[in-house]
Every structure is written in C-alpha cells, then in structure tokens.
C-alpha cells in the first residue's frame, strides 16, 4: 500500500521497509502493520489534538516531568508553543511508560523507535502471523476467565511497582496472545506516587477487569485487589511476585466516643466560665470617683 506521509521519515530513516496495511484507527492514533527487515511491527501514528476524540484530562496530567519552567509556563497558557509541547509530552508519555514497563518485565508490546510522533513497536500476533484479537473480541469459559484475570491483576501489580498506572485499562486495550493478555495503550498512564487520582484511576482500571472477566466467573466481580494492592503499595510492601487475595477488610475500629465527648464537653465548659467572666466584668459597679478627683 502507498505509505501513509506520517510513516515516510521511518521509510527514510532506514527504520521501516514496507507499510503492509492498515490495523485499526482508535480514539487516539492509527495503527499500521510494517515489515522491518524480516520481522512484521506497528507503527503508531498519534493523531493531532484536534482530531483526536480522548482528552487530555487534567487529572492523567498531573505529576508528569516538564522539560523546563518555560515549557510548564507554555503549557499552562496554552500558547501555541505551549500546545505543541504538551502534545509532544502526551505522545512521549507511552514511550517512556513502554520501555519502563518492558524493563520491569510487565507484558507489553516491546518498543522499537520514535519518530516524528510515529511509535514503533512490536507487533503481538496471534501465534499464525496475524494480530492478535483484543480481549473484547473473545469468547471464554469460566476457568480461562478466572486465569486471565489473575495474569492481569499481576501485570497491574508490576506495573505499580514500577511506579504507574494505567489510567484507561479495559478489555479493549488488552490484546490476547497465544500465551496471555498484552497490555497496549498507554499514553495517558500515570505516575502512582505523584499523582492524587493514582488510586482511583487503579480501582477503575482492575474493576473493569473484574467486570468484564466477571461476564464469565461472576465471583470476580467481588474482588477487592486495587484496595489490597494499593494498601501494599503505600506501606512499601507491595512486589512483583505479591501474591494477593483478592480481599481486604477496612479498618473496623471505632473512635473512642465517650473520650470525644468529654473533651467536647470540657471545651463548652470552658468556653462557659470564659464567657461568665467577661460578663461579670462588664456587670460589675463603677469604682467610686475618689475625693481628691472631684
């Protein structure tokens, strides 16, 4: 096929030899099989701003590394400067979170190159050299569903060890290899440490799994592993191979009501005489003029 203007600098650069097709088009970038030398790859083409349906939230952008305060100070006035270089850090931001995941041996696609705002990456097949299916897309009995599921709490577990979180997992951005679920898309992925909807963003993330893998095993609905796993994590407990129950019991202990309410009562007891006092002054008669001030 004509190679897409995007792919071209590849193309020049030595880095793709061929375009074969088109692989999908989501809300965010275009995807494309290529052939580098013997080996089929991707090459993921983002899409610009605005033309792109997923917004760039404030919340996934918190905690990420700016260059330098002149580019922060861009960014936060939106010059068209400031515009480019916050989408420049957007496309970046699955880059950088690729090679960190694939060092912490979390299972994602293996990152190859960027340029131009084109990824190069592995392309995860099916095991016969087509792409793998989406997790979506398949059919499962209950007990490949609860082994699914358990790979995919561990991977989120190494990845928040390797301080992040995805941030939009779903069963529509986990692609299913012949030896288990991948993990794709990851630009809007979060720093768990310096981020303050880290949390929330990791509960989201593991209760879509165990709904969508709960189609299948209804008892996976009922985990609480983000709650687990997140309590681990901030008590530095938390490891790649922590091997979790899926349960967490919350902190059932009950302030002591009998010792608030005897402090409460001392403070109004207190606040009483305080006032009892200025109004006993204010009440109090006039000292007498003395003689030698008529």
């Known amino acids: 096929m004509k190679t897409p203007k995007r792919i071209e600098p590849l193309v020049e650069a030595g880095l793709v030899d061929e375009v074969v ?57 939106g010059s068209k400067y400031g515009r480019k270089e916050q989408e420049d850090a ?51 009995l209950p007990e490949d569903a609860r082994e699914f599921h358990a790979m995919m709490i561990q991977e989120v577990v190494k990845m928040l060890c390797a301080g992040l979180v995805h941030g939009d997992l779903s069963e529509f951005n986990v692609l299913m290899a012949p030896d288990g679920p991948v993990i794709i898309d990851l630009p809007q992925a979060v720093d768990a440490a310096g981020n303050n909807h880290a949390f929330k963003m990791l509960d989201r993330d593991v209760r879509n799994m165990a709904e969508y893998f709960g ?46 309410m005897r402090e409460i009562k001392a403070a109004l007891a207190e606040e009483a005489r305080r006032q009892a006092m200025l109004k006993s002054d204010d009440d109090s008669p006039a000292e007498p003029t003395p003689p030698w001030a008529k």
């Open 21 to 77: 097709r088109p692989l999908m088009s989501g809300k965010e970038a275009a995807v494309y099989v290529v052939r580098c030398g013997d080996e089929l790859r991707c090459a993921k083409v983002y899409k610009e701003a605005n033309k792109r349906s997923f917004r760039q939230a404030s919340e996934y952008q918190e905690g990420r590394k700016v260059r330098n305060s002149r580019d922060a100070r861009a960014m936060a006035k």
């Open 90 to 140: 957007w496309q970046s931001a699955e880059v950088s979170a690729l090679y960190r995941l694939a060092d912490a041996g979390v299972r994602v696609p293996k990152p190859y190159d960027f340029l131009d705002g084109v990824l190069l990456m592995e392309m995860v097949d099916d095991g016969e050299g087509d792409a793998a299916p989406r997790l979506n897309d398949i059919d499962l």
């Open 215 to 260: 189609q299948f095993a209804p008892e996976l609905k009922y985990t609480q592993y983000a709650k687990e796993m997140w309590a681990l994590y901030q008590a530095g407990e938390l490891r790649p191979d922590s091997q979790l129950t899926g349960e967490f019991a919350s902190s059932e202990s009950k302030a002591d009501i009998d010792s608030v």
